[in-house]
């Protein structure tokens, strides 16, 4: 069993950077990839970001690569969104998740585990 408790939402304004860090339960968060997602219009979900178990290897959405950073620490049992040049279109709940597959970010599949979400607001 894996708890995710999302954190660092807040608003900002266009242009502005922001933070979201990600802390897990348990002692097998090494071995879980983890990721991002936001809802988008028309859509179940939209996702955002992924990492390795190791975090050698990072997957982006083309809406906010360049943009988002996302990098683990096993050590601490943390995952870390870093968004940077934010756009009003950004706007939304944040919900980070843990999946021991790597589909469940790059298709309609669900990951194994997922947070409350935090949300981020991004004005114009």
């Known amino acids: 069993q894996v708890q995710l408790i999302e954190s660092g939402g807040g608003l900002v304004q266009a242009g502005g ?3 979201l860090s990600c802390a897990a339960s348990g002692r097998t968060f090494s071995g879980y990839i ?3 997602f936001r809802p988008a ?6 996702f955002v970001a992924a990492i390795s178990r190791s975090g ?3 997957y982006y959405a083309d809406s906010v690569k360049g943009r ?4 683990r620490d096993n ?4 995952v870390i969104l ?24 790059t298709t309609t599949q669900n990951p194994d585990y997922w947070g409350q979400g935090t ?4 004005s114009s």
């Open 17 to 19: 950077s922001l933070r």
């Open 34 to 36: 983890m990721g991002w």
């Open 41 to 46: 219009p028309g859509k179940e979900r939209e």
């Open 56 to 58: 050698g290897s990072t």
């Open 68 to 71: 988002f950073t996302i990098s």
């Open 75 to 78: 050590a601490k049992n943390t």
């Open 82 to 105: 870093q968004m940077n040049s934010l756009k009003p279109e950004d706007t939304a709940d944040y919900y980070c998740a843990a999946s021991l597959r790597l589909v469940a970010f």
């Open 119 to 122: 949300q981020v607001t991004v």
